[in-house]
Every structure is written in structure tokens, then in C-alpha cells.
């Protein structure tokens, strides 16, 4: 987002009037540690602790970057008003149209058979960002297929 995009998203020139400034630091702190908000709707008073739990089990960090994390954000929370009211109107709830995983996944069947009876099973364990593009899941779909089931055969 351009800054002057961002001046028009923080609702025109609010963001630039002083008397605001510390409401809106509170609704871009919201916005950007929302995933902390959903968890915590009162994120902005909890203690260190509490934080800590939530970017430990969020990020893969060394625990002296851990405290620099909570660090920041109690920083930042110190000033910021967020008992202001809302400078901007938040968005209307996105009605999510989205199918589930396996509604995106085709089944595909096949079987392999080994002649001395015995089975392998594998398990593979995909960690990837969160995203409603479709196209993220089928490309590893269609990658997967590629590589595990496909043969030179196929």
C-alpha cells in the first residue's frame, strides 16, 4: 500500500491530525497483531507473559528476539489510546465463499500392491501460510501428485 493509500485507509488526513494520532496507532496496532486481538481482545493489557505464550507458539525465535517481541509491542501499546473510538469504520464481515481443503482436493485412488503382502504407508505434513488463494493449495496438490503417485509409466 502506498503511503498515500495508507493515508486514505486511516480515514484521509486523521492519521496526520495529532489529537488522533494515538487512536489511530491503536487501530493499526489491532489491525496488524490482529491474529493476537482474535486471542486476546484485551491483548493491549495483558501481561508479558501472556504475550510471550502467544509469539512463542506464532513465530520460531530465539527467546532474547521473544523478548524484544513483547517488548515492541508493550512499546507500542504504551502509546496508544485504545480507548478512543474507532477513527475508521471497520470492513463489513467478508462472507467467506470458501470450500473446505477437501472440497479443492480430487480424490485420487490408486493402489499399490506389494507382492510379499506387506503395505508402507506415508504421511506427509505440509506447513503453509495462511491464504484464501486457492491456486497456494493446488499447486502443492498438483505437486504431490506429480512426484508420489504419477509414475514414468503415467
Do not use: C, W
Not at 493509500?5 to 488526513?13: C, M, Y
Not at 493446488?138 to 514414468?152: G, I, R, V, W
Amino acid at each position: 500500500m502506498s503511503p498515500a493509500q495508507e493515508s486514505r485507509h486511516l480515514g484521509g488526513r486523521s492519521n496526520r491530525d495529532k489529537s488522533k494520532a494515538r487512536a489511530a496507532l491503536a487501530e493499526g496496532i489491532r489491525e496488524h497483531y490482529s491474529e493476537l486481538f482474535k486471542l486476546y481482545p484485551d491483548a493491549h493489557q495483558r501481561d508479558n507473559e501472556a504475550l510471550r505464550n502467544f509469539f512463542s507458539t506464532h513465530t520460531k525465535v530465539a527467546s532474547a528476539t521473544l523478548e524484544l517481541m513483547v517488548r515492541t509491542f508493550k512499546t507500542a501499546v504504551s502509546l496508544a489510546d485504545f480507548d478512543a473510538p474507532l477513527l475508521k469504520t471497520p470492513p463489513a464481515a467478508k462472507e467467506k465463499t470458501t470450500k473446505p481443503l477437501t472440497a479443492l482436493v480430487p480424490k485420487v485412488e490408486k493402489e499399490v500392491h506389494s507382492s510379499v503382502g506387506h503395505s508402507i504407508n506415508i504421511n506427509i505434513q505440509l506447513t503453509i501460510p495462511a491464504t484464501d488463494d486457492p491456486k497456494i493449495y493446488d499447486s502443492f496438490f498438483a505437486a504431490m501428485k506429480k512426484h508420489l503417485l504419477e509414475t514414468k509409466d503415467d
